[in-house]
């Protein structure tokens, strides 16, 4: 039965190991001195002009949300489409349920101004 885990526990504790050793020799060879440059904040190239502190709005996280629900929405819609053909009634009924309730969902927050970017 371990002849089976063999290869994966091989592959694991080489990765482990390669990992580890390229750590320690970056460590060892690497440069430690600490610039001005080196230890400014870098943001897709532009220099920062305010604070990372600041308040994000909660719309921000209303899309963020919203955009995970639809996403789970297609992971849970391709494979049943997939084998709508072959699974029967009872789910096709349960995933007509499920998209009436996502639709219920999405017009609540389109309600709600959720999809606004004001």
């Known amino acids: 039965m371990l002849e089976l885990y063999l290869p994966i526990i091989v592959m694991v504790v080489l990765g482990v190991v390669v990992a580890l050793v ?27 002009v305010k604070t990372a502190r600041e308040r994000f709005s909660v719309k921000f996280y209303m899309v963020a949300v919203s955009f995970i629900v639809f996403d789970i929405e297609v992971v849970f819609l391709y494979p049943w489409a997939i084998q709508a053909g072959t699974l029967g009634i009872i789910p096709f009924i349960a995933m007509i349920v499920f998209i009436i309730i996502l639709f219920a969902g999405y017009y609540y927050e389109l309600k709600k101004g959720g999809f606004e970017w004001d």
Not at 25 to 33: A, H
């Open 22 to 48: 390229f750590l320690a020799l970056s460590m060892w060879l690497g440069s430690r001195r600490a610039t001005p440059l080196k230890t400014t904040t870098y943001e897709s190239g532009v220099e920062p």
